[in-house]
T-cell receptor, first 108, second 115 residues
């Protein structure tokens, strides 16, 4: 089946720092989605990307759809404690496939 | 935005009993609902896809007789874990979509613990 390779697996940062994570695939996707999951909750959609090369922002979050359509990046600027959680990339094909997630910890 | 609810939020049951989990789309009609399972520190794995009024489509390796799915209306889908065993303990999350499966709205999840 489809696999999305997400890195890093986890990150420990200080409040105020910027964060970058990425997702790669061996297959082309026409859409890239980024979700955040808080502990004990379901995922919440952060950003959706629909076009190769697209750069989209949502507040302090910025995501890019790679030109090759095989990768995507998510950046978080000026991190705050409530950014803690697991961030998943996801790509839809015949079904929605999730990456393994990046666990973000922000130290105040 | 679209809201999806799940009930119960957590359940503890004895081995061998059955547990029903409800998934509701509160402010939109969901043509399709999805059921996922998530083990600790792992990603979401799709279990099955259900369309209103049709039989659910199960992913490879998911036993349809053990995980019964009913999608009787455009706002409600249920997942019944039959004869639950400790290895069924997991976080079960549903999602709902309207016209496109790419846009899925997730419920808050149900944590199942089988003793």
């Amino acid at each position: 089946g489809q696999q999305l390779n997400q890195s890093p697996q986890s990150m420990f940062i200080q409040e105020g720092e910027d964060v970058s994570m990425n997702c790669t695939s061996s297959s082309i996707f026409n859409t890239w989605l980024w979700y955040k999951q808080d502990p004990g909750e379901g995922p919440v959609l952060l950003i959706a990307l629909y076009k190769a090369g697209e750069l989209t922002s949502n507040g302090r979050l910025t995501a890019q759809f790679g030109i090759t359509r095989k990768d995507s990046f998510l950046n978080i600027s000026a991190s705050i404690p409530s950014d803690v959680g697991i961030y998943f990339c996801a790509g839809p094909r015949d079904k929605l496939t999730f990456g393994k997630g990046t666990l973000l910890t922000v130290n105040p | 935005g679209a809201v999806v609810s799940q009930h119960p939020s957590w359940v503890i049951c004895k081995s061998g009993t059955s547990v029903k989990i409800e998934c509701r789309s509160l402010d939109f009609q969901a043509t399709t609902m999805f059921w996922y399972r998530q083990f600790p520190k792992q990603s979401l794995m799709l279990m099955a896809t259900s369309n209103e009024g049709s039989k659910a489509t199960y992913e490879q390796g998911v036993e349809k007789d053990k995980f019964l799915i009913n999608h009787a209306s455009l706002t409600l889908s249920t997942l019944t874990v039959t004869s639950a065993h400790p290895e069924d303990s997991s976080f079960y999350i549903c999602s709902a979509s309207g016209t496109s499966y790419e846009t899925q709205y997730f419920g808050p999840g149900t944590r199942l613990l089988v003793l």
